[in-house]
């Protein structure tokens, strides 16, 4: 009985349930695929970026000279690395985009495909020509660290579906579910306005070299990740925590389930106040596109960090129970 | 230099697609679709002590 307790606890997000449909399993094998790939290229085309980050105009003419014919090899291998990206990895984001725009409807995936075309095709004609700045590295980033929050994501939606429902956590995610959305919505459809108004201030007014990495800043900034998954994970911690605790009272479940509100309600509007305080920064071009996107990856891995300490809290609330149980038994 | 990063880059081209060839290889032969078997396993395990008769028809053993 104890390991079978313990075996419990360890019950993970990240093994697929037994029970997946078959299109729910290929669903899942192309994401991970999708999420190891982009990783893979990531690294890769980091490396290669990082002679771009070395040049100035200070150096020696003739190392200069070596640098940018390095470079200018290191940006064809980056454009060929980052072309399966955007069009394999990155495919779910077009998709969502396009059927989203055909409904006249505003979700994150069209931030997401803008900031992804914005920076790539710019990067792609300067690599052709042969100068100017690219922006390979942070594309890819940029898929790699969305595609983590979004396997995230689907690891607990997964999760949650094909465990054992349970009516107040249930309507708990309906009513949740409903609010995030319109956060969502608010937020994005403010976020892509901004991002627009400040490309186009710097294009006309300050700098038109620095409008570019602002624009795909502002809208790597504008992917509410966090926000998208901040009723799936406190959902799943929820359940895990049934699975774990098996049959709670009512008062109990009751407990829980307020202690998801506030977790979820936490991780949205903590991510949402995130993203407000970084925005103005990326605004006056302070964030360069990576760090926006190392910034996305942050929130999106404390959204799923604040629902496991919900667990882990859950659980230690039900030893200490247990054990009061077998003191005042023994 | 530009001579060595001719002949090395094509080299990482080629690691990289290899690598990422046997991953997606290793993905759709259905490798990760049960992570928790493995672990699982050596508590499933049945270690009752038993004598040999029984325990004869025992595929695990």
Known sequence: MKLYIAFMRAMSIFSPPKNLSDTDRHQRRHMLARLGLAWLAMMQVMMFAFPGYLRHEGMAPDNLELLDQAIFLMNWISLLMTVPVVLYCAQPVWAGALSRLAEKHITMDVPVALGIAVAFFPSAYATWVGRGEVYFDSVVMFVAFLLTARYLELCARQAVETGEGNAAIEAFRASASVQANRVAFWFVTIQVVLAIVAGAVWWFFIDPDHAVPVLVAMFVMSCPCAMAMAVPSTVSAAHATLAVRGPLSDSEVAALVSDARRVTRQNLYGSVAWHLLMTPLAAIGLVAPWVAALSMLVSSLVVAGNAWRMYRQQLRASDVAEYRAAVTQG | ?61
């Open chain 2, 1 to 61: 230099m530009t001579g060595s990063l001719l002949l090395l880059l094509p080299i990482a081209l080629i690691f990289v697609l290899l690598i990422g060839a046997l991953f997606w290889w290793a993905i759709f032969a259905g490798q990760f679709d049960d992570t928790q078997k493995g672990g699982e396993s050596i508590l499933m395990d049945d270690d009752s002590p038993r004598d040999s008769e029984s325990s004869s028809g025992d595929e695990r053993r």
